[in-house]
């Protein structure tokens, strides 16, 4: 008689209890394959003639379902299911390999896995004949027992059960949030602190509000004079009701009555009297009836149809889309029927408007064959300028000072809107889809032909601070974060053209805030000593400004936005923040400071390490500022450790 036939019946299978479970997966001998008469009994099981009481009881083979692995058969042979009563073993069909070698070790490995393999479904089928507790199935879970546990294929996946103590403190942790069916809404400026304490009780009591920031969107400033008589913000307003300021806010939450209070005033629905929504994609229509086309637009568009723009050769450097000075007098001359000396003051008026330049920056213009000129948009690093779009700006130049006190405002609405409350984490992606950063890619195209020249030293500071740190979330949402190899392109390719010259977030850093000072581990300065820009660099540097300027990473102080007033004191206050927040540790037991490694870097900007001991002394609290006191007085050697910095993005 062959094998037993495999049966899809679920029959138990109850081995006798003289017989080891073994036995049953013993292979017999030859010897032991006596003929046997099989009997069927009443219940259908198989009795056996020939051993008294032995009973063969057929197991069902629960295979597994088709899109889960296959168990693969043993080597050369396979089981087929039986059709009879002989079974036959045939041999699996198996590509031969083409290169008949075959490495001895790796056959033994097999075998030694097939052999553990073997092993513990032997010890896994021995330990399923044990019988289940009472209250539990075959795979020894509890019927009545919640599910905490279960397994996908190549996936586990655990379920926590909260206990009732923890579903309870959630469930009174859990405001009761007041539906609503209006609108919550407020009016405000960039910098105010009284709108920054309504905005964080607006989040933490987990209400949606609509924020109108009236320094954004300056066309709203007449709409809030109309509804509330007065420019003074914050205004709030539930639906088209004016609920008054932060005194009214804080009179209501510490009385209990503001969930009342907004029932009552924004239960409904908000009707079209209430403060609309900021629209994305607009502009200010006063904003932009009030850009004047420059006087000498009309000169120019006349020069750039008419002069001979070529290539040409001169100190033995090709020098492209260039004209020449006398080209540009004559042309003048033709149009304004005016005399060679009118042509000349006219061509000094543009290229002091930044309309043109000398290919070497060498002068303002003069005439003659061996000056050459170029437009601006001809310059070879200006199409590369991220606030360039294809054309200059051709509108009058609006005042730097302006200019930059637009730029503080919408960037420090950046921060207050997309950024965390410490500044320390930004959401670049919700920054590069906001209408107050589309508004600030608009801006900066003003940026192109403005007079930096006229700043005091205090607006040129704060002008290029802020510069600096609006210039890193563009270039981080426009080129993203760089990584270790193009780290140096990120900060010296990213450029804007401002006054006519291109400027990266280096030359800015290290031009200007450095007065012209080598970047670490490079062999030359930004600029040459030809070079107009080193005219708005300050006379000495301020170490102070590396503490306020950030490049996105989290090593780096934290994003901050200055104001031309009082841009000496938060300095101050950005360095002390810094270094209490962990831009210096001291341990006293090691005789050890750490410091962070942006001294080490520009360490020509705070002189030697016992002098910077020194120096931060006025920035740390009184825990730090005593330890490394100590430490300076008692004459013992002192160890100057630089901390690991973190390049990793800030957001």
């Not at 279960?150 to 926590?160: A, T, Y």
């Not at 195209?445 to 020249?453: I, K, M, T």
């Not at 053209?497 to 290290?510: A, M, R, T």
């Amino acid at each position: 008689m062959g094998e037993e036939a495999v049966s899809d019946s679920p029959l138990p299978f109850n081995p006798r209890p003289d017989h080891h479970p073994m036995d049953r997966l013993r292979e017999p001998d030859d010897d032991d394959r006596a003929p046997a008469v099989v009997d069927r009994d009443a219940n259908g099981d198989e009795r056996i003639e020939g051993d008294k009481g032995a009973y063969r009881k057929e197991v069902q083979v629960v295979r597994p379902p088709s899109h889960l692995p296959q168990p693969e058969a043993p080597p050369e042979l396979t089981k087929v299911r039986s059709t009879g009563p002989d079974e036959e073993r045939r041999p699996i069909d198996r590509s031969v390999s083409l290169n008949s070698s075959v490495d001895v070790s790796l056959i033994g490995k097999f075998f030694r896995d097939r052999s553990s393999v073997f092993s513990a479904a032997i010890a896994k089928r021995i330990s399923s004949l044990k019988e289940p507790p009472l209250g539990v199935d075959g795979d020894g879970c509890d019927p009545a027992a919640p599910v905490t546990e279960f397994h996908l294929s190549g996936l586990k996946v655990i379920v926590r059960l909260k206990g009732e103590d923890e579903a309870e403190a959630e469930v009174e942790a859990e405001p009761d949030a007041p539906e609503i069916k209006g609108r919550v809404s407020f009016f405000s400026r960039s910098g105010c602190r009284d709108c920054g304490a309504v905005r964080c009780f607006f989040r933490d009591r987990g209400l949606p509000y609509v924020e109108i920031n009236i320094d954004v969107f300056p066309e709203r400033e007449r709409e809030l004079v109309e509804r509330t008589g007065s420019a003074a913000v914050p205004a709030i307003f539930f639906n088209e009701k004016l609920l008054g300021g932060l005194v009214a806010l804080n009179s209501l939450r510490n009385s209990g009555e503001f969930d009342g209070r907004l029932r009552d005033m924004a239960g409904g629905r908000c009707p079209e009297t209430a403060p609309r929504v900021p629209v994305y994609g607009f502009d200010d229509e006063e904003e932009l009836r009030g850009e004047r086309s420059d006087a000498m637009l009309s000169v120019t568009r006349v020069l750039r149809h008419r002069l001979p723009i070529q290539d040409r050769i001169t100190r033995m450097k090709l020098v492209k889309n260039c004209f020449s000075g006398s080209d540009m007098v004559e042309a003048l001359i033709n149009h304004l029927d005016c005399g060679r000396k009118k042509a000349v003051e006219i061509g000094k008026e543009l290229a002091r408007g930044h309309f043109i330049h000398h290919v070497f920056r060498e002068n303002d213009f003069e005439d003659g064959n061996n000056h050459f000129y170029r437009f601006l948009e001809h310059e070879p690093a200006i199409p590369r300028c991220f606030n360039f779009r294809g054309s200059t700006n051709d509108y009058e130049p609006k005042p730097a000072a302006a200019v930059s006190l637009r730029l503080t405002k919408l960037m420090t609405a950046v921060l207050e809107a997309y950024a965390s409350d410490d500044r320390r984490h930004l959401d670049y992606g919700r920054i590069g889809a906001s209408e107050e950063f589309r508004r600030y890619v608009n801006l900066v195209q003003d940026l192109q032909r403005v007079d930096l020249f006229s700043l005091s030293a205090d607006e040129r500071l704060t002008f290029f601070l802020n510069l600096y740190n609006a210039m890193v979330i563009h270039a981080i949402i426009r080129v993203g974060q760089p990584g270790v190899i193009d780290r140096r392109a990120f900060y010296t390719d990213f450029q804007y053209i401002v006054g006519g010259y291109p400027y990266s977030l280096s030359s800015i850093k290290n031009g200007i805030l450095r007065s012209n000072r080598r970047q670490p581990y490079s062999l030359v300065k930004p600029f040459s000593a030809s070079d107009k820009r080193l005219k708005l660099a300050p006379e000495k540097v301020n170490p102070l400004i590396h503490f306020g300027l950030c490049n996105g990473t989290r090593s780096s102080p934290t994003v901050r936005f200055f104001s031309t007033q009082g841009v000496d004191l938060e300095l101050r206050y950005a360095t002390r923040a810094f270094f209490l927040g962990g831009g210096v540790e001291v341990d006293l037991e090691k005789r050890v400071v750490y410091l962070t490694r942006i001294i080490k870097w520009y360490s020509a900007d705070f002189g030697q390490e016992k002098d910077v001991l020194k120096w931060i002394l006025n920035y740390l609290d009184a825990t730090k500022a005593g330890l490394l006191t100590h430490l300076l007085n008692d004459g013992g050697p002192i160890i100057i450790s630089y901390q690991n910095f973190d390049w990793s993005l800030n957001c």
